[in-house]
């Protein structure tokens, strides 16, 4: 069993669509990220946040927006997404927003764009 | 330009034997390597990982020996078993990259009852 949920598990959305992705994790881990990996390929970095601030941004389209509004939760709002959006995303969460400690991944959202 | 390469991209092993997965890095400054394993329909999980001060760590049937003169890592399972069939990725992070993993291609380990 994971200790990072994410919902929901699938997504299937139009372009013109609003939604969210949720993440929650109750590790005490102070840094959290958003992960986007397509079929075949290894997971991407897109934010990450580190003591409820954001502290990277992937030069990730304003598409995307992240949240997040205490250090249990990250959200991922999505709006005007486009077909190759599609993808698994990931949420992580780690005990600080340094390297030397391990990121804990919950197990994706699936997120269609038709 | 790939930071972490898994040139590899499948492996296959008996039950029982040794599976080798090897990884290489570029940027001489990364200082933080890791394994991750992934089941299909699951988020990658945790397996080991080794700071650029060590040369080896061994979790039970897991070792990571690094070599940073080569810049190369590899993860050894020792008995391997058919539950570990699944994908496994390197990540590397460094000190300036503030938890930022860059992960390589995978390797799909295939282990034969």
């Known amino acids: 069993d994971t200790e990072v949920t994410q919902t929901p598990k699938h997504l299937v959305m139009g372009m013109t669509n609003k939604k969210s992705l949720k993440c929650e994790q109750h590790?005490?881990?102070?840094?959290m990220y958003w992960y986007k990996q397509k079929a075949k390929k290894p997971p991407e970095l897109m934010f990450v946040?580190?003591?409820?601030?954001?502290?990277i941004n992937e030069s990730v389209p304003s598409r995307f927006s992240p949240e997040c509004p205490n250090s249990s939760l990250l959200n991922l709002h999505l709006h005007a997404l486009q077909p190759e959006d599609s993808a698994l995303y990931l949420c992580?969460?780690?005990?600080?927003?340094?390297?030397?400690?391990?990121?804990?991944f919950g197990d994706g959202t699936r997120l269609s764009i038709l | 330009d790939q930071q972490v390469k898994q040139n590899s991209p499948s492996l296959s092993v008996q039950e029982g034997r040794i599976s080798i997965l090897n990884c290489d890095y570029t940027n001489s400054m990364f200082d933080y390597f890791l394994w991750y394993k992934k089941y299909p329909a699951e988020g990658p999980t945790f397996l080991i990982s080794?700071?650029?001060?060590?040369d080896k760590n061994e979790d039970g049937r897991f070792t990571v020996f690094l070599n940073k003169s080569a810049k190369h890592l590899s993860l050894h399972i020792v008995p391997s078993q058919p539950g570990d069939s699944a994908v496994y990725f390197c990540a590397a992070s460094g000190s300036g990259n503030t938890g930022k993993l860059i992960f390589g291609q995978g390797t799909t380990l295939q282990v034969k009852p």
């Open positions: 992580a969460s780690s005990h600080g927003g340094y390297s030397n400690q391990p990121q804990h």
């Open positions: 590790m005490g881990h102070r840094a």
């Open positions: 080794i700071s650029s001060i060590k």
């Open positions: 946040y580190s003591y409820e601030k954001l502290s």
